[in-house]
C-alpha cells in the first residue's frame, strides 16, 4: 500500500529524478516535491546520498501536469474556464533545478546521487557555503551580511574579511534600481557589521563615503526606527543595532564661501561637519582630473608641469625682476599677468621660456576657470582644510558630502581624496591599515565606455592593486553592464539587489537562470543576491535595515537650514564651536572687516577648536588697519595695451 | 485489372461514398483507416433482457454534475515476458498489480496497491527437479495447464490467460481490502464486474467498460444503444447468465461521435442490481459524463477512459517501473 504524507520536519521534501534528458550531473540536478512546499527558488537543499552529500541551492522551478495538449481543456470547457472545474484536479509536478554548492567528500567529483532531497539546516547553510573555515577555528574572519531564510529557517550568512577587505582579494560591488535604498542601506549595514566583526588582529579599519546624491549618507550618527524582525537578525547576526559612533562629515562650502554645501546643514549638526577647502596646490596635483583630453594636449601639459615643478611653493623669479612665491590661484594670476605684462613691454615675441604665448592663455583660462568651477571648494587664497589623513580613527567613518556640487568638482574631490588615501597606505601613515571607499554612481565614475578619465583610471588601479594596500573600494551603481568590466570583475563580492529586467537581458547575467532573473526583477526590499568567493553560486539573503536615519527621514527630523547672510553664519559656526559666544561679540569682531578675512580666520578657528574660540578668531581675523581712500587714476594714465586673448 | 487512382478521384470518391451513406439515413466516420481487428473476440455475443422498460430505449440525462465526487477508481495491470524454452515448453515471469485511487476534494490519492511477481509454466511438461529449482527462485511458480501436444503460440497464449487470472485476483483483492475499509464510498472499477461476487455485493461500485467485445443486445436494440447520441443513456438491462443475473448494465455516451467512430465515447456500465440502480441512475450518469474532464489524451482511448481510471493505470506503471 502506498499513502504519500506530509511528513514532519527533518523528512525528506524531495527527491532526485534523473531521466536521459534530464540527467543529474556533478554540478546540477532536478528534483520534486509536494505541491505545497516551504521551498523556493533560492532555497538551500542537502541530499543525502549512501556516501555522498550535496548541498545546492534552487535556481529553477518548473511546474506541469499530464496535460497533453491546452486545446484539450478548451474543449472540454465548452471554450469557458470561468465555468469549468474539473472533479479530479490533474495530477500535476513541482520540479526543481538546484546547482550544486558543495560535494562531501569532494573528490571523486561524481553526479549527485538520486536520493532524498532535505531542506538546509543551520549547519548545512555553514558547510554548503564553505563557511566553516572562517567562521570556526582559531582565527574567525567571517562578516555578517546577512540572514538566509527559507522554510522557516533563518542562518546568518557570513563573508571572508579575508576577501572582503583583502589581502586574498577584495571589493565589493552592488547593483540595484534607484530608490529603493537598498544599495545604500545594505553598505552601512555592511559597514556596520565590518567594525563589529572584522578581526582586530587583523588590523584598524575605517570608511571614507562619498555622498553623492541627496541625503542619503547624512545621517549615519543618528539612531534609526528598528522595527522587531531588524532587532531580532541584529541580535541573530550580533551586532549592535546602534548608529556610527566615529562618523565625521565633510563638505565644501557653496559659492558664497560662508554656508556649507550640505543637506546636514540643521543648526543641530552643522556643527559637526567640516568644511573642505583646498587651494592650488591640491588642486594642481590633479589637474588632470580638471582639464580634458582638448585641454590638455603636450604643450598644454608641459607647461603646467613647468608650474609645478619650478613655480609652485617655489621662489621664482622671472625675466622682468619680478620675484614671485605661488601659492594661491591669486598669486598664479599675479604670475600670468607679469609674463603677459612683461612680454608685452619689451616686446619679446610670442615665446616665455619654450612655451608659446597662446599655450600660456590656455592653461591660465583653464586654472582659473577651475576656481570658479569648484567655487566654494577651492580658493583663491591658499587656505585649505583637509581629511585628517594620517589620523584616521579606527572604526571611524568619513563621509564626504559632494552631492551640491559641480561635476568636475566632484571628479576632483573622488580622486584627490582617494588618492591621498593610497598614498598614505602606502606609507603606512593613514592612522588605519584597511579603509573601505563606498563610492555610488559606479557607472559615472568607471564606465564601460566613453572617453578615458583620470577617474576612471584611478578606479581601475584601485580595484586591481588596491588589495595590497589595504584600500577597498565599496562600489555601487543602477547598472552594472555600465561600468567598466574590469571594476566589477575585480570585486570578489557581488551584490545584488532589485534589478531591472532590461539589465538583467544583458550578457553579463547569462549564468543565472530564468527564474533567478525573475526573482531578482521582483526582490523586495530588505533582500540581496550574494556572490563571494566561497560561495559557488549566487545566495539570496535578508538584512535588517540600517542602524541609521535613512536620508529622507533625517531631512524629515532635521530640516536644513536655509542659507543665512555671510555674518550670521559666521557667528553659528563660531557658536556652534562654542555656544557661550553671543552674536554681538561676532559681530563687533567681523564689522567691517573684508569677507576673505573673516573667512580664512574662520578656517584656521575652526581647524584649531581653540578654547577659546573666540578670541582665537578675532586674532587670526587680525587688527584693523584704516585705509587712506585710494586717489582716482590720473586722467593721463595710459591703459596697458592688451594682447588678445583668444581663449578668453 | 488494376485501375491508378490519382489523389483527386480518391478524394471524390470518398465523398460520393459518404453522401451514399448519408442518404441511407447513416452516420458517417472519422475518415480514418480502421483500426486492426486483432485476434478473433474470445466471447462477442451475450444474452440480456431489459429491465428498464420493454425495449431498449434512450434517455437524455442531463446536463454534467457541477460538483466533484468523493469515490475511488480501480484498476490492474499486467507485464510478462517469455524468460525462455524448456525444450518447446515456454518459461515466462509475470508481474500484475492493482491499486485503488480516492478521489477526495478533487485530489486522487493511492490507498490500496496489490502486485505480484511469479512463474508460469506448463508444469506437467517439465521434469520434477526443472520445477524444484523455479521454486527455488524465490518466486511463485504457477501452472497454466496446456495440452500434451505442444504448440509454440497456444503455450503461450495459455500461459498468459493464467497471468491474466492473476491480475483479475489482485483487482478482485484490492477491490475487497478497499470496500473493508470504505465499505460506503463510491467506487468506479474499470471494466465489468464479473468475478468480483461478494466485494461488490449491495454495494456503490460501478464498471466502466470501454472495449465492448461482447455485445449482450441484438437488433434494433444493439443499434439504439451504440448510436446513442452525446449525454444519452440507454435504459437498464439485465445480462443473462449462468452467474452474472445480478449485474444490471446500461450505455452511457459521453462524447459525440458524429464524424467519428460508432464506439467513439461510448461506455457500458455495470452495477449490481438492487433497489438503487434506477433511482439513481441518471445522477450516476450526469456524474460519469462530468468525468470527461480532465480528458486523459494523450491516450488514444482518451473518449471513452475516465481521467481516474487513467490515473490508476499510471499509477501502476510507476509502481512497475522498468519491470522487465
Known amino acids: ?648 | 485489372m488494376t485501375v491508378p487512382v490519382a489523389a483527386e478521384t480518391g478524394i471524390e470518391a470518398r465523398r460520393r461514398l459518404r453522401e451514399v451513406v448519408l442518404e441511407a439515413g447513416g452516420v458517417v466516420g472519422d475518415g480514418r483507416p480502421a483500426a486492426m481487428a486483432g485476434a478473433p473476440l474470445q466471447t462477442p455475443f451475450g444474452t440480456a433482457e431489459p429491465v428498464e422498460g420493454d425495449e431498449v430505449s434512450t434517455v437524455p440525462v442531463g446536463e454534467p454534475a457541477a460538483d466533484s465526487r468523493d469515490a475511488a477508481f480501480a484498476d490492474g495491470t499486467q507485464r510478462y515476458i517469455v524468460e525462455g524454452r524448456i525444450g518447446l515448453t515456454p518459461v515466462l515471469r509475470a508481474h500484475v498489480g492493482a491499486a485503488v485511487l480516492t478521489r477526495r476534494d478533487r485530489d486522487l490519492l493511492p490507498v490500496v496497491y496489490e502486485a505480484e511477481e511469479f512463474v508460469v509454466a506448463p508444469l506437467d511438461r517439465l521434469a520434477d527437479t526443472t520445477v524444484t529449482k523455479l521454486h527455488e527462485t524465490g518466486l511463485q511458480v504457477r501452472d497454466c495447464g496446456v495440452p500434451d501436444r505442444a504448440h509454440p503460440i497456444l503455450d503461450v497464449q495459455l500461459a498468459v490467460q493464467q497471468v491474466e487470472r492473476r491480475r483479475r485476483c489482485a483487482e478482485i483483492r484490492a477491490v475487497t481490502e478497499f470496500r473493508r475499509r470504505e465499505p460506503d464510498m463510491w467506487l468506479v472499477v474499470d471494466g465489468s464486474l464479473r468475478g468480483y461476487a461478494d466485494a461488490i455485493r449491495e454495494s456503490r461500485v460501478l464498471g466502466a467498460i470501454k472495449s465492448h467485445e461482447t455485445q449482450f443486445l441484438a437488433g434494433m436494440d444493439l443499434e439504439t444503444a451504440l448510436t446513442l447520441p452525446e449525454a444519452h443513456r440507454t435504459t437498464v438491462f439485465r445480462r443473462v447468465g449462468a452467474r452474472e443475473d445480478t449485474i444490471h448494465s446500461w450505455y452511457l455516451r459521453l462524447w459525440d461521435w458524429a464524424e467519428q467512430d460508432i464506439l467513439f465515447g461510448l461506455l457500458r456500465i455495470e452495477r449490481e442490481r438492487g433497489p438503487d440502480v434506477l433511482d439513481e441512475i441518471d445522477e450516476v450518469c450526469r456524474w460519469l459524463l462530468a468525468e470527461r474532464s480532465p480528458v486523459s489524451t494523450p491516450d488514444a482511448r482518451w473518449d471513452r477512459l475516465l481521467y481516474p481510471i487513467h490515473e490508476v493505470e499510471n499509477f501502476l506503471k510507476a509502481k512497475a517501473g522498468s519491470w522487465w
Request: glycine content about 8%; hydrophobic content about 40%.
Open chain 1, 1 to 648: 500500500m502506498v499513502v504519500t504524507t506530509e511528513g514532519p520536519n527533518g523528512e525528506p521534501i524531495g527527491r532526485v529524478v534523473a531521466t536521459e534528458h534530464l540527467p543529474a550531473s556533478p554540478h546540477q540536478f532536478h528534483f520534486w516535491t509536494e505541491v505545497e512546499t516551504p521551498i523556493g527558488i533560492g532555497a538551500i537543499v542537502r541530499v543525502e546520498g549512501a556516501a555522498r552529500t550535496v548541498y545546492a541551492v534552487v535556481v529553477d522551478a518548473k511546474a506541469y501536469s499530464d496535460l497533453a495538449d491546452p486545446l484539450h481543456e478548451v474543449r472540454v470547457a465548452a471554450g469557458v474556464p470561468a465555468e469549468h472545474v474539473p472533479p479530479t484536479r490533474r495530477t500535476e509536478i513541482r520540479l526543481w533545478t538546484a546547482a550544486v554548492l558543495r560535494q562531501v567528500p569532494e573528490e571523486p567529483l561524481q553526479p549527485v546521487p538520486l536520493a532524498e532531497v532535505f531542506l538546509a539546516s543551520e549547519e548545512d547553510v555553514q558547510v554548503a557555503l564553505r563557511m566553516e573555515s572562517y567562521v570556526q577555528g582559531e582565527e574567525q574572519t567571517g562578516i555578517p551580511i546577512g540572514m538566509y531564510a527559507t522554510g522557516g529557517l533563518t542562518a546568518p550568512v557570513y563573508l571572508d574579511a579575508n576577501f572582503l577587505l583583502g589581502p586574498e582579494s577584495a571589493h565589493l560591488n552592488i547593483s540595484g534600481v534607484s530608490g529603493l535604498a537598498t544599495k545604500t542601506s545594505a553598505v552601512e549595514f555592511l559597514l556596520k557589521s565590518v567594525f563589529t566583526h572584522f578581526p582586530s588582529g587583523k588590523g584598524r579599519v575605517a570608511a571614507v563615503c562619498f555622498n553623492v546624491k541627496g541625503p542619503d549618507l547624512c545621517f549615519l550618527d543618528q539612531p534609526a526606527e528598528l522595527f522587531p524582525e531588524d532587532l531580532e537578525m541584529y541580535a541573530g547576526l550580533e551586532i549592535e543595532p546602534t548608529p556610527f559612533d566615529r562618523a565625521h562629515y565633510f563638505a565644501p562650502f557653496k559659492a558664497d564661501g560662508i554656508n556649507i554645501n550640505t543637506l546636514r546643514s540643521h543648526p543641530d549638526l552643522i556643527g559637526s561637519v567640516h568644511p573642505l577647502v583646498w587651494g592650488l596646490r591640491e588642486v594642481l596635483d590633479y589637474h588632470e582630473v580638471l582639464l580634458n583630453r582638448d585641454d590638455l594636449d603636450a604643450k598644454a601639459a608641459a607647461f603646467i608641469d613647468f608650474l609645478t615643478d619650478r613655480v609652485v611653493e617655489k621662489e621664482f623669479r622671472d625675466e622682468w625682476g619680478n620675484t614671485h612665491r605661488v601659492r594661491t590661484f591669486s598669486d598664479l594670476e599675479q604670475l600670468f599677468r607679469a609674463i603677459f605684462d612683461g612680454l608685452e613691454a619689451t616686446g619679446r615675441g610670442d615665446t616665455w621660456r619654450t612655451h608659446h604665448i597662446a599655450t600660456i592663455r590656455k592653461v591660465r583660462n583653464r586654472l582659473l576657470n577651475i576656481s570658479t568651477r569648484c567655487k566654494g571648494l577651492v580658493t583663491d587664497d591658499g587656505t585649505s582644510e583637509d581629511l585628517p589623513f594620517g589620523t584616521f580613527e579606527d572604526r571611524g567613518v568619513y563621509v564626504i558630502d559632494v552631492s551640491g556640487m559641480d561635476q568636475l568638482a566632484q571628479d576632483l574631490v573622488f580622486t584627490r581624496v582617494v588618492s591621498q588615501l593610497r598614498e598614505h597606505l602606502e606609507r603606512r601613515d593613514l592612522g588605519v591599515d584597511h579603509i573601505v571607499v563606498f563610492a555610488d554612481e559606479l557607472n559615472k565614475y568607471a564606465p564601460g565606455d566613453g572617453p578615458e578619465t583620470y577617474v576612471r583610471k584611478m578606479l581601475l588601479d584601485i580595484s586591481e592593486r588596491g588589495r595590497y594596500l589595504g584600500l577597498v573600494l565599496f562600489g555601487a551603481q543602477q547598472f552594472r553592464s555600465q561600468v567598466h568590466r574590469r571594476v566589477v570583475g575585480n570585486a570578489s563580492t557581488t551584490v545584488y539587489g532589485r534589478m531591472d529586467m532590461d539589465e538583467l537581458a544583458t550578457p553579463g547575467y547569462q549564468v543565472l537562470s530564468q527564474a533567478t532573473k525573475i526573482k531578482l526583477a521582483t526582490l523586495p526590499k530588505g533582500e540581496l543576491m550574494v556572490r563571494h568567493p566561497h560561495f559557488t553560486q549566487p545566495v539570496f539573503l535578508r538584512f535588517p535595515r540600517p542602524p541609521v536615519l535613512p536620508g529622507p527621514a533625517g531631512v524629515a527630523a532635521y530640516p536644513p537650514a536655509m542659507d543665512v547672510p555671510f555674518e550670521e553664519a559666521v557667528m553659528r559656526q563660531l557658536v556652534a564651536l562654542d555656544r557661550r559666544i553671543s552674536p554681538n561679540a561676532v559681530a563687533e569682531v567681523i564689522g567691517g572687516r573684508q569677507e576673505e578675512d573673516v573667512r580664512r580666520a574662520l578656517l584656521a578657528t575652526r581647524r584649531a577648536r581653540p578654547d577659546d574660540v573666540l578670541a582665537y578668531f578675532q586674532a587670526a581675523v587680525g587688527p584693523r588697519v584704516h585705509h587712506a581712500p585710494a586717489a582716482p587714476a590720473g586722467a593721463g594714465t595710459t591703459p596697458l595695451q592688451s594682447v588678445e586673448d583668444p581663449y578668453a
